[in-house]
């Protein structure tokens, strides 16, 4: 691991974080945080990247990658993750699949939109009732710790793990004033 993160932004660690545990395939939904990592992966010949039409898909796409041997990862934003819970009970946990989810955090830090803001509220104590290992990512001085420490610990256990983008780390989503 390096030491250290000076002139790397978030999506560069994430990225560089991914090649290094061999996480090739990024399912997502997109969505604007997480714009600069897309087009990172987008961008990067050692990723295959592509748009899901709903976060469910996603998920059992990456559980069939995990089945033939390749690591992947899932990124959408909060509100998305709303639709997991049952893929998650049914599939990930039970079937034992080191699904990483990576969430760009709305619904706080000045949200406007109800709808994100109850999500928000509700998918961490989701998380917690399915026993999935979750990291709020707040800080790029430990940003690649986490990530690094916790991929191992999901494929050694072969336990799922969500990544929450907070908007401390990302800038989060602009909105208009």
Known sequence: MEDGTPGRAWYEIVAHVLKRHQVDLVTYVPDNVLRPLLELVHADPFFTAFAVAREEEGLGIN?????????????????????????????????????????????????????QQLVARTMRPVLNTLLIESHTLTRLDELEFILDRSIVQAVATQAPCCYILSPLLTGGKVFAA
């Open 63 to 115: 559980a069939g990658a995990w089945m033939g041997g390749r690591r992947s990862i899932l990124m959408m934003q909060t509100s998305g993750f709303a639709t997991l819970a049952n893929a998650l009970a049914s599939l990930t946990v039970p079937f034992q699949i080191p699904n990483l989810m990576l969430v760009s955090e709305r619904g706080t830090m000045g949200e406007f939109n109800i709808g």
